[in-house]
């Protein structure tokens, strides 16, 4: 079986969509890596893709769906498909800045409609929440901790994927109290806001 990474972050590098994709392959070789934003630079990407007999779409939720660019790259790889459709298994991760996992729901059902339209097979994904986190985090141990309950979820998934078997859809997020999270959201935001020129006080709204 040859499997591939697709990743649908906007980011070329250090992008947590990604990190959590190699991680799921963690100890696998010859793991293919493609980045829907490279599309300009590799216009054969769509044919290379449909050598793979499991490809794993993994991407940041934009506005409780998917960043444009990636459903700009979706349509034109199912132009690509009707002219030689093969089969695919698509197994996919989505990530988000919410806390909830479960944020990535609707996100997981436009891309199994996806699937339907384009001749995909549409193996199952995972909803991650507080996505940013795990990527500042990446030094801490996945067994144990707040990363724990990810790690399990990206375990099953791994199993199905070496099995060929499909992958029920599940949400999950770090064990991790989510008041805490929110404080430290704030936080991180208003450093950036402050490194960027603007003044937190001004930029939220008087209640």
């Excluded at 070329?12 to 969509?17: D, I, K």
């Excluded at 940041?60 to 459709?85: G, M, N, T, V």
């Excluded at 339907?116 to 549409?122: A, D, I, L, Q, R």
């Excluded at 949400?171 to 704030?186: D, E, G, N, T």
């Amino acid at each position: 079986m040859k499997y591939a990474i697709l990743s649908g972050s906007p980011k070329p590098s250090n992008s947590c969509s990604e990190m959590l994709a190699k991680h799921l392959f963690t100890d696998m070789e010859n793991i293919t890596v493609f980045h829907c934003i490279d599309i300009h630079k590799n216009p054969d990407i769509f044919h290379q893709l449909q050598s793979f007999d499991t490809i794993l779409l993994s991407f940041p939720l934009y506005f409780d769906a998917l960043p444009s660019h990636l459903l700009s790259f979706l349509l034109q790889w199912e132009k690509e498909r009707k002219r030689a459709a093969v089969k695919v298994n698509l197994y996919v991760i989505a990530n988000c800045g919410f806390f909830e996992g479960k944020q990535n729901r609707y996100a997981l059902q436009v891309v199994e409609n996806w699937c339907t339209k384009s001749g995909m097979c549409f193996m199952g994904g995972i909803g991650i929440g507080a996505g940013p986190m795990l990527n500042e985090i990446q030094a801490m141990a996945w067994q144990h901790g707040p990363k724990a309950p990810v790690d399990k979820a990206l375990r099953r998934m791994r199993e199905a994927i070496i099995t060929d078997t499909a992958f029920k859809n599940s949400y999950v997020q770090p064990a991790f109290p989510r008041s805490l999270y929110i404080k430290m959201a704030h936080h991180s935001w208003n450093k950036q806001l402050k490194k960027n020129g603007y003044d937190p006080k001004r930029v939220y709204p008087k209640r």
